[in-house]
């Protein structure tokens, strides 16, 4: 197979199945939850057993207004989803790399900010943790 | 998207004085000339927002002549402020040169994606 290179608008993350308006930064990252074990027979040398996967994304963008409807959320609608609490506040997102394989799980959101400087667009960040597994979508 | 702050700077200076982008195609006083740079920004959707660095010069025989032009230039760009299009101000210049007076602003305006 031919190696295939994307440039990074192509990398999509969508929450609820809607894509988030005015995105200029994706980013996915994929921590593996340790425990560590020793004894005296390892000769002081840690071995280490991954248990699990801690899956976090951060997303950053222009905040816009009026996005298009039933394809985009727009700032309202992200601000909304952030001050969920409980059930409610599980979305499912879905994360793809160009023509790669598109991964999807539950997530809650950790954090919302906004920036406004006075002379420039106001931005936000978003960020986001895997609640569960998080895993290849099938027929991608 | 593209870029017409150019265009959106004709159609207001025009008026007041003629425009000509980096030389003057006349010796008849006053006139403006003006030098652009632009840039664009995109998120991933696209391009969203054009970003234009633009120095004006109005040269004029008299001081008052070039204050006045360069007041109602100020006032046209202050005037184009919308969802499509902004302005900042960022510095000016006032010289004279052999007897002629130049007076310089820097602006940056930005257009947007409607």
Request: aromatic share 8%; with cysteine; net charge negative.
């Given at each position: 197979m031919e190696e295939e290179r994307i440039l990074g608008y192509n990398c999509r993350l969508k929450i609820q199945n809607k894509l988030l308006a005015g995105t200029t930064q994706d980013d996915l990252n994929i921590s593996a939850v340790t425990?560590?074990?020793?004894?005296?027979?390892?000769?002081?040398?840690?071995?280490?057993?991954?248990?699990?996967?801690?899956v976090t994304f951060s997303v950053s963008g222009i905040v816009t207004l009026g996005a298009t409807a039933g394809t985009?959320?727009?700032?309202?609608?992200?601000?909304?989803?952030?001050l969920l609490t409980?059930?409610?506040?599980?979305?499912?997102?879905?994360?793809?790399?160009?023509?790669?394989a598109a991964y999807e799980g539950d997530a809650v959101i950790t954090s919302y900010s906004e920036g406004s400087?006075?002379?420039?667009?106001?931005?936000?960040?978003?960020?986001?943790k895997i609640s569960g597994s998080f895993t290849l979508k099938t027929g991608t | 998207m593209t870029?017409?702050?150019g265009q959106k700077l004709k159609e207001i200076i025009d008026p007041i004085t003629?425009?000509?982008?980096?030389?003057?195609?006349?010796?008849?006083?006053?006139?403006?000339v003006y030098d652009p740079e632009y840039r664009e920004e995109r998120t991933k959707e696209g391009i969203y927002k054009v970003v234009g660095y633009i120095t004006l010069f109005v040269v004029a025989m008299t001081f008052e002549q070039a204050e006045s032009l360069m007041t109602a230039i100020k006032t046209a760009i202050n005037g184009i402020e919308s969802p499509q299009y902004?302005?900042?101000?960022?510095?000016?210049?006032?010289?004279?040169?052999?007897?002629?007076?130049?007076?310089?602003?820097?602006?940056?305006?930005?257009?947007?994606k409607i």
């Open positions: 425990k560590d074990s020793i004894t005296k027979d390892d000769a002081g040398n840690k071995k280490s057993a991954i248990v699990g996967h801690e985009h959320l727009s700032r309202d609608e992200i601000i909304a989803l952030s409980g059930d409610d506040a599980i979305v499912g997102v879905e994360y793809v790399a160009g023509n790669g400087g006075s002379e420039e667009e106001a931005t936000y960040g978003l960020n986001l | 870029n017409t702050i003629t425009l000509y982008l980096s030389e003057a195609q006349t010796d008849n006083l006053p006139f403006c902004n302005s900042t101000f960022i510095m000016e210049d006032k010289k004279s040169y052999e007897g002629v007076w130049i007076l310089k602003a820097e602006y940056n305006i930005n257009q947007y």
